[in-house]
């Protein structure tokens, strides 16, 4: 693992992608999920290693914070769109708690997206902001499969102790259900397992982008080969019809049992 500390020129960044701003405390992402969506980060940083095998740590980042400003009050920032705020190396340098206390007085709308349970140790600083929503992320509930496609994040019983402990906090707290992988993913035994702690629930769809389909497909073959033929069907043009279905039965399943959700699917 290739750890480079690094200078960063600025840390809170304006986005389109939903919310105001985002805050990315690290380059580079030890949990080298395979399906990551972030792997397009590797151009920006020079890295030969592969994705999952270098992090760049913006050592300065809470000092490119400011303080006394009214500027970021009401807007809404995301810490951790293109990696992960919580990954291992955040036990030692606590760049994101570091920025927790600097964000306190400007009392920014937040949400913090995690696949670890390591947030729990800044329940104390997350509870204090006015409006803050801690999101941890969920792929598959089987070790088995679950394991081979995201090596380092802890198993889904400690993600649902974490949010527990953050919603017994007084935390908004959303189980995030993605990827949808079709015929891997129970999202429904997800949701009957955390419903008296999760307030609301997300979901994202397998987005098979030409960087991730190889390992996708490596990953079918070992395991469930009979589905590769479904999945070259859903993703030659016929997504739209699979995940319209898909998301029907969510939404369908969500106002059934009085669940907030949000459905962030995508088509071709
Ligand atoms: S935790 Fe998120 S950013 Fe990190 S490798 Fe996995 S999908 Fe990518």
């Not at 679950?146 to 953050?166: D, T």
């Not at 702690?197 to 070992?222: H, M, Q, R, T």
């Not at 907030?260 to 699917?265: D, K, N, S, T």
């Amino acid at each position: 693992m290739e750890i480079k500390e690094v200078k960063a020129k600025t840390i809170i960044t304006k986005t389109k992608l939903g919310g105001d701003y985002v805050i990315n405390p690290y380059t580079g992402c030890q949990h080298g999920c395979k399906y990551c969506y972030a792997k397009f980060m590797k151009r920006f940083t020079g890295h030969k290693e592969p994705w999952g095998d270098f992090v760049d740590v913006k050592i300065n980042a809470a000092d490119l914070i400011p303080e006394d400003t009214d500027k970021y009050r009401d807007k809404y920032i995301l810490i951790g769109s293109v990696t992960d705020p919580y990954q291992p190396i955040e036990s030692k340098y606590e760049l994101t708690r570091k920025i927790l206390e600097k964000l306190l007085p400007l009392q920014p709308h937040l949400s913090i997206l995690t696949k670890s349970d390591l947030i729990v140790r800044d329940i104390d600083l997350i509870k204090q902001f006015k409006d803050c929503t801690v999101a941890i992320s969920l792929s598959m509930l089987d070790e088995r499969f679950r394991r081979q496609l995201e090596p380092v994040p802890p198993e889904a019983g400690r993600k649902f102790k974490a949010l527990k402990k953050l919603h017994d906090s007084g935390i908004t707290t959303v189980l995030f259900i993605s990827p949808i992988f079709p015929g891997f993913t129970e999202w429904k035994e997800m949701v009957k397992e955390t419903k008296s702690f999760v307030d609301e629930y997300w979901f994202e769809n397998l987005n098979l982008y030409p960087s991730i389909a190889g390992e996708v497909y490596k990953f079918l073959k070992k395991n469930k080969p009979e589905l590769a033929e479904e999945y070259r069907e859903i993703y030659s043009g016929h997504e739209e019809g699979y995940w319209h279905g898909v998301e029907d039965d969510i939404r369908g399943f969500c106002l059934e049992n009085n669940l907030e959700c949000q459905v962030y699917f995508h088509y071709k």
